[in-house]
């Protein structure tokens, strides 16, 4: 074999921080031995996987090319060292979810995910679509849970599950009474809504299709939580997942709302690269999500 993993490790951690220090440091190693690791690579092969500028480098397109492979090896390489030292054939995982279903799916199904493998390591990031998207687009995930529909050369999209948002508002709201809400009443309502880039969000607004220029949004905030302590407040109405406000309904501190003429429906989605290496760890979270039903 011409090249080493440990240049192959060099060669990542050049492309994620576009530093050699830093990715030395990332690394546990001097300047001078990861910049040799990655001459060496390039010499061996007589090929230039960066564009030099100052101390920046840039991946060039046979650098592009390469990385997914790369990383695909690596993740191999660790998952065998995983099996060697833990007698498992799983390891870490590393999984990102939206806001919704990392705080009232994810957590219950890490916990069965590290009964079925007592072994297995799993970190869980918590984002918005975007951001998840971004983190699995460049390697930094292993696989991500999102609520928003997306397009994305180098991802792969897989339909999850359905879900459905719902309207609702404060017991003393005005429109609590009302049994359905018509296209007028949202209109004239005060919204309390997600941020841009949430799937929660992107699914509202084209549930809202052809009223939203003329919403009046008050608030748009980054939590779940925080909508609806918002619309307890009467500072509005809302509309989130149903998974989330089971409980607040139960309570009575939420009263739901309807509006049927609209379409609230939408769907949970798992997203790979399109290149990532499928471990078992992998192919047991996606089995394991597949049969997860979360407690009524």
Known sequence: MHYTLRQIEVFLATAHFENVTQAASSLAMSQSA??????DLEQRFAMQLFDRAGKRLQLNELGKSL????EALMAQAREFEQNLALHSEIGELKVGATLT????????????????????????TVENTAGI???VRNFELDIGLIEGELQDPVLEVIPWRDDELVLFCA???????????EDKDLLQAQWIVREAGSGTRQAFDRAMHGLLPELNLR????????????VEANLGIGCLSAITLQEAFARGTLV????PQ???ARQFYFILHKQKYRSAGIKSWLALCREFQPEA
Do not use: C
Not at 34 to 39: C, D, G, M
Not at 220 to 228: G, N, P, R, W
Not at 256 to 259: C, H, K, T
């Open 34 to 39: 990861a910049s040799s690791a990655l001459q």
């Open 67 to 70: 990385r997914p492979r790369a």
């Open 101 to 124: 279903i990392g705080n009232y799916l994810a957590v219950a199904i890490m916990a069965d995910f590290m009964k079925q493998h007592r072994g297995a390591r799993v970190s869980l």
């Open 133 to 135: 998207a971004a983190r």
């Open 171 to 181: 017991p003393q709201h005005p429109l609590a009474s009302r049994a359905t809400l």
């Open 219 to 230: 608030l748009e905030l980054q939590h779940t939580e925080a909508i609806k302590r918002a």
């Open 256 to 259: 739901e709302l309807r509006a």
């Open 262 to 264: 609209r379409d609230w």
